[in-house]
């Protein structure tokens, strides 16, 4: 087929986009800059690389709040947005924290292993309100509750990794230690991300959406 008739296709994808996704994309950006600068902090560590890494995750989550609300403003609900702020929150709020915890030192064993299921339950978790998001909003625009913790709550984890770094707690050193169980090692403040995945595929923790 001609170049020519294929074009608008692609453009068709950018008139496609309401106003919010454009926030819902901001939102990606963010969590894509924090885990690059995550990653520049291991090549570099410097400090300032880490701080602006943890300082992107309430900068997405500032614009995962604000898309829902001009959604909201302008009646713009579509499968189309649902599906583009999962994408966000997973980068933004699952494997950014993760890459920052890892920068941060959690790079034992045990540690990736927990890293790992803080990731696949933020997956679980959107995959499966994306599916019950029709049933639980009774019919409106609006769904009345989250089962399980929202992933955002995930900018939580990235304070308080921001908080180890501003009182030189990294590597080692974070709260906790390093054990050695077994074949690997554990920095037991990884467990915190264990907690908040955990949370996050509940069934029966039931959280108003306001």
Known sequence: MPISQERPRHFSMIR??????VFTLANAACGMGSVFYAMFYLVSQDLRDFYIAAALAP????FDVVD???????????ALGRELDSLSDIISF??????????AGMRGGWDLAALIYFVCCGVSRLARFNVTAESLSEGGDKVKYFEGTPIPSSVLLTGVLAVCAWQGRLGDDLYGGVWTIGPAEL???SLLFVLSGSLMISKTLRIPKF
């Open 59 to 62: 900068a997405a989550f500032f």
């Open 94 to 103: 699952g494997v950014g924290p993760a890459t920052l915890a890892f920068a």
């Open 16 to 21: 496609e986009l309401a106003l919010a996704d």
């Open 187 to 189: 920095h037991p403040l």
């Open 68 to 78: 829902g609300r001009v959604a909201r403003w302008r009646h713009a609900h579509s």
